[in-house]
T-cell receptor
Framework: QKEVEQDPGPLSVPEGAIVSLNCTYSNSAFQYFMWYRQYSRKGPELLMYTYSSGNKEDGRFTAQVDKSSKYISLFIRDSQPSDSATYLCAMSGKSGGGADGLTFGKGTHLIIQP | GAVVSQHPSWVICKSGTSVKIECRSLDFQATTMFWYRQFPKQSLMLMATSNEGSKATYEQGVEKDKFLINHASLTLSTLTVTSAHPEDSSFYIC????????????FGPGTRLTVT
């Protein structure tokens, strides 16, 4: 069993829809959870960072963490064609990926249709 | 924002040769840098963690004698793939973390290595 499972997609939705992206994980030591966006042939860009369980909102993006279920989500409201990219979940057992490197999911390829 | 560059962006080399990839933090000092590898349709996999002025820490299964990492300054880390083989062909991405307890890792644009 992989440490982090993420459906690679592709996930195609119409512009304006609410997008839900998810990851499950098996390592209960993970405490810090991140979502990155990666465009083709580019490095990942940090979108959201959450510590332990709970919700965090930033503009059109909401991150949720349920440690009891080992399940994290990223919601994108009012999706735009420019949101089309690969979204990677990442997690760490120590200081937000500082002392530790990150464990990534495979990434979900998201397509927003105009 | 914090910018990390990598050079080269892509490289083709012959089997048996060595290739050096540079990772630079352009506008901040990086106390810690990480090297990841990404195969097609796979996750980014952490290869090693390097702190300025000390030896790198390699993840299990990564050969330290094959992937030489040097973090000689607070703005530069290098990864040298020695005696490269076709199975080393991959996308290599570095990330850098500033000091001061910050959590964010800033990623470079990646280097695509093809070994023929």
């Amino acid at each position: 069993q992989k440490e982090v499972e993420q459906d690679p997609g592709p996930l195609s939705v119409p512009e304006g829809a609410i997008v839900s992206l998810n990851c499950t994980y098996s390592n209960s030591a993970f405490q810090y959870f991140m979502w990155y966006r990666q465009y083709s042939r580019k490095g990942p860009e940090l979108l959201m960072y959450t510590y332990s369980s709970g919700n965090k909102e930033d503009g059109r993006f909401t991150a949720q963490v349920d440690k009891s279920s080992k399940y994290i989500s990223l919601f994108i409201r009012d999706s735009q064609p420019s949101d089309s990219a690969t979204y990677l979940c990442a997690m760490s057992g120590k200081s937000g990926g500082g002392a530790d490197g990150l464990t990534f999911g495979k990434g979900t390829h998201l397509i927003i249709q105009p | 924002g914090a910018v990390v560059s990598q050079h080269p962006s892509w490289v083709i080399c012959k089997s048996g040769t060595s290739v050096k990839i540079e990772c630079r933090s352009l506008d901040f000092q990086a106390t810690t840098m990480f090297w990841y590898r990404q195969f097609p349709k796979q996750s980014l996999m952490l290869m090693a963690t390097s702190n300025e002025g000390s030896k790198a820490t390699y993840e299990q299964g990564v050969e330290k004698d094959k992937f030489l990492i040097n973090h000689a300054s607070l703005t530069l880390s290098t990864l040298t793939v020695t005696s490269a083989h076709p199975e080393d062909s991959s996308f290599y991405i570095c990330s850098a973390r500033a000091g001061g307890g910050g959590y964010e890792q800033y990623f470079g644009p990646g280097t695509r290595l093809t070994v023929t």
